[in-house]
């Protein structure tokens, strides 16, 4: 007996009830719309990032590829989630369905699943690169490329395995093709299941270490209130990240990836589905907040704070590093703008001298002239009116 037969089998043995009410996990428009509203905004999210890296600091790097891949991939997984709700039947008892829409679940879940798998490392790799934007020496630096490393190895291991669940690779949908199976291809139940648990688990694991990286910036001395707050926000929003990453793993040892209490993968599916779009969009987001908020936050600050500001000139040697992507610099080819509001570890604290009155630095339109001379400013702010707002 193939082991597609002892499954159908076992669903014959402990048939479900063919009326029982849709949870809302399992209905079409909780599917749709969740998936595609956070689709929708994480693609928003990286055209903001990508906007501001290439045409307003000019300073894209190999991140923003890997973001760019990532959402990509969103893209296609998210279509195939849809056609598996319409053509698969997702969200439906499996005995039930016509044996075609089954296998097409099967095809389409096969697609969605393996993205998923390498989407999960992509966007940690793309995170990793970026904070190697800020970290530019010493043992962070060291941690980031040792994570880094790791990553990429997970990530290129479990892929394989969701890539060829079987030999030939259409024995996973088309399950009445001889075909040698293993892992998330279903060779049995105790390998399926612990396979789902190991990548559920270790990819909590690498997005608790690579949340908790960054937190050393927390102990800069002299940090800017300003900083601080959008930093603690960012990290609360990379929170929510780790907390549906945890979520997955409960869903799918709840119901040990879709066979308990019984074997019946189309109905069990939907809330780990959901969640695995969910967990993709949201890290996406998380990376790409870092880059865009900033311009969003300096337009609103041009249009109700107006600076009186003196400009000199100042030619700078050094060559600082991105501290923190709330705020962007020119590309280290063209020198760096020293600033307090840039990205070096300097941007995150104020300078202040007991007998001199506090400086700021602005940036300066990337796009000019100017944009290849280091400025310093000193901006020396007026008390505003009493009707200014």
């Known amino acids: 007996m193939s082991n597609h037969e002892r499954v159908l089998l076992a669903m014959l043995q402990h048939p479900p009830d063919p009326n029982e009410p849709l949870p809302p996990a399992n209905r079409r428009a909780t599917i749709f719309g969740t998936t595609l509203s956070f689709l929708i905004l994480s693609s928003i999210a990286v055209l903001f990032r990508l906007y501001v890296r290439v045409r307003i600091v000019r300073e894209p790097g190999w991140d923003d590829v890997c973001i760019?891949?990532?959402?990509?991939?969103?893209?296609?997984?998210?279509?195939?989630?849809?056609?598996?709700?319409?053509?698969?039947?997702?969200?439906?008892?499996?005995?039930?369905?016509?044996?075609?829409?089954?296998?097409?679940?099967?095809?389409?879940?096969?697609?969605?699943?393996?993205?998923?798998?390498?989407?999960?490392?992509?966007?940690?790799?793309?995170?990793?690169?970026?904070?190697?934007?800020?970290?530019?020496?010493?043992?962070?630096?060291?941690?980031?490329?040792?994570?880094?490393?790791?990553?990429?190895?997970?990530?290129?291991?479990?892929?394989?395995?969701?890539?060829?669940?079987?030999?030939?690779?259409?024995?996973?949908?088309?399950?009445?093709?001889?075909?040698?199976?293993?892992?998330?291809?279903?060779?049995?139940?105790?390998?399926?299941?612990?396979?789902?648990?190991?990548?559920?688990?270790?990819?909590?694991?690498?997005?608790?270490?690579?949340?908790?990286t960054p937190l050393v910036l927390f102990g800069r001395p002299n940090l800017k209130p300003k900083s601080l707050l959008a930093m603690a926000g960012v990290f609360a929003f990379g929170?929510?990240?780790?907390?549906?990453?945890?979520?997955?793993?409960?869903?799918?040892?709840?119901?040990?990836?879709a066979t308990y209490p019984y074997y019946d993968f189309t109905?069990?599916?939907?809330?780990?589905?959901?969640?695995?779009c969910l967990e993709i969009d949201l890290a996406i987001m998380c990376a790409s907040m870092p880059i865009f908020w900033p311009i969003i936050e300096k337009s609103l600050t041009t249009i109700f704070v107006s600076y009186e500001v003196k400009v000199t000139e100042e030619r700078?040697?050094?060559?600082?590093?991105?501290?923190?992507?709330?705020?962007?610099?020119?590309?280290?080819r063209e020198g760096s703008m020293?600033?307090?509001?840039?990205?070096?570890?300097?941007?995150?604290?104020?300078?202040?001298?007991?007998?001199?009155?506090?400086?700021?630095?602005?940036g300066i339109d990337p796009l000019?002239?100017?944009a290849n001379m280091r400025f310093q400013t000193s901006i020396q702010s007026k008390p505003r009116p009493h009707w200014a707002i």
């Open 267 to 276: 109905w069990w599916s939907p809330p780990m589905i959901i969640l695995s």
């Open 68 to 212: 760019l891949v990532a959402a990509t991939l969103d893209i296609i997984a998210s279509i195939f989630v849809c056609l598996a709700v319409d053509y698969g039947g997702l969200g439906h008892h499996m005995l039930y369905l016509k044996p075609e829409a089954a296998e097409n679940y099967l095809l389409y879940f096969y697609v969605a699943h393996a993205i998923y798998i390498t989407n999960t490392a992509v966007i940690k790799a793309s995170l990793l690169l970026q904070f190697l934007r800020i970290f530019k020496a010493g043992y962070m630096r060291w941690t980031c490329l040792g994570l880094l490393a790791l990553v990429s190895l997970w990530g290129l291991g479990f892929s394989i395995v969701a890539w060829f669940p079987c030999f030939p690779v259409r024995g996973y949908w088309q399950r009445t093709t001889e075909a040698r199976c293993y892992g998330f291809g279903f060779s049995n139940v105790d390998d399926f299941v612990n396979i789902y648990k190991a990548h559920s688990a270790s990819n909590m694991a690498f997005d608790v270490a690579i949340f908790l």
């Open 368 to 370: 000019s002239e100017e």
């Open 239 to 257: 929170g929510i990240v780790v907390a549906a990453s945890i979520w997955r793993l409960y869903a799918i040892s709840s119901n040990q990836a």
């Open 338 to 362: 020293r600033s307090t509001s840039g990205t070096s570890v300097e941007g995150l604290t104020k300078d202040e001298d007991e007998n001199k009155a506090p400086k700021y630095s602005v």
């Open 316 to 332: 700078i040697d050094d060559d600082y590093g991105l501290a923190y992507e709330l705020e962007h610099s020119r590309s280290r």
